[in-house]
């Protein structure tokens, strides 16, 4: 994944857990058609979230194709390490810091 996409899915997942809780279960559980997945699927319930999260997201620029790819790969990502209560964590270095500070995980209960 090149990190402008990774930029992108990072930001796609903090989108996500904006959510409120019920928008966030229904999302991770949510099942597009297959033959119209995030793209096409009309379920009103996700074409609402999808409709927030695209008001989230909008400044990093996604065609219709890209937000659903970027969906997916968050989507995926947030199941990948929900079973065991930790997060995907991003590196970050900064220079001129001397204290580094331990974060604890966001809740995975969802």
Request: net charge negative; glycine share 4%; charged share 25%.
């Amino acid at each position: 994944m090149d990190n402008y996409f990774q930029t992108c899915v990072h930001h796609m997942k903090e989108a996500i857990y904006q959510l409120s809780e019920n928008d966030k279960v229904f999302l991770l559980h949510f099942q597009p058609e297959e033959s119209k997945g995030y793209s096409w699927d009309q379920n009103q319930t996700y074409n609402q979230i999808k409709h927030i999260l695209d008001q989230i997201t909008n400044k990093d620029g996604h065609s219709g194709a890209s937000f659903s790819i970027c969906l997916r790969n968050a989507i995926q990502d947030i199941k990948q390490f929900e079973d065991y209560d930790i997060i995907q964590a991003d590196e970050i270095q900064e220079h001129g810091h001397e204290h580094m500070i331990t974060l604890e995980p966001i809740p995975t209960d969802i």
